[in-house]
């Protein structure tokens, strides 16, 4: 248990960020904003065509049109409700690539759903093209597995680990 603590809080333990890491962040908040409002044409507007999503796993959705139609009972809010945030960003020596890490929770609206609450960690590969365009998905990928919590109280703990906004150098 002590260890699972320790890695939980090394995992969301968040460092300054750099502009373009910022930049990153928001857009991750903004793509979760867009499932968290059932919006799939906002939703889209954050994929790359050849975007990968369940990417490091066997089952891996490939292209835009595929993983919306994928996520297309999640972006209708049945029966599933799922929020995320970032809390780590980082950008290498390629400026226009990046990645991001966070908490996030499902909730499992059907009246008669066990577990209700579920919690794990997300990845999100990130590109641009130059410095000016848009950051898109490239890769999402899974974190840590999902868990089932006791209650809302217990994910909206685990949610909480996370920033609201980006703690910028």
């Not at 890490?101 to 579920?118: C, L, N, Q, V, W």
């Not at 089932?148 to 996370?162: G, I, R, T």
Request: hydrophobic share 45%; net charge neutral; charged share 25%.
């Amino acid at each position: 248990m002590f260890a699972a603590v320790l890695l939980t809080s090394l995992l969301f333990a968040q460092a300054k960020l750099d502009p373009d890491e910022c930049a990153v962040w928001q857009r991750e908040l903004s793509f979760a904003q867009s499932v968290d409002n059932r919006d799939a044409k906002a939703f889209a507007t954050y994929l790359r065509p050849d975007t990968v999503f369940a990417a490091g796993t066997e089952n891996p959705v490939h292209g835009a049109d595929m993983v919306l139609k994928n996520w297309a009972a999640l972006l209708e809010g049945k029966p599933l409700r799922l929020r995320w945030r970032p809390n780590i960003v980082n950008i290498g020596g390629n400026r226009n690539v990046a990645i991001s890490h966070g908490p996030y929770m499902i909730e499992d609206t059907r009246p008669d759903a066990k577990p209700k609450y579920r919690v794990g960690t997300f990845t999100t590969i990130w590109g641009r093209e130059s410095a000016d365009a848009p950051w898109l998905v490239v890769f999402d990928g899974p974190g840590e597995a999902v868990r089932p919590v006791e209650d809302l109280a217990s994910a909206e703990k685990f949610m909480a680990q996370a920033p609201a906004t980006c703690a910028a150098r």
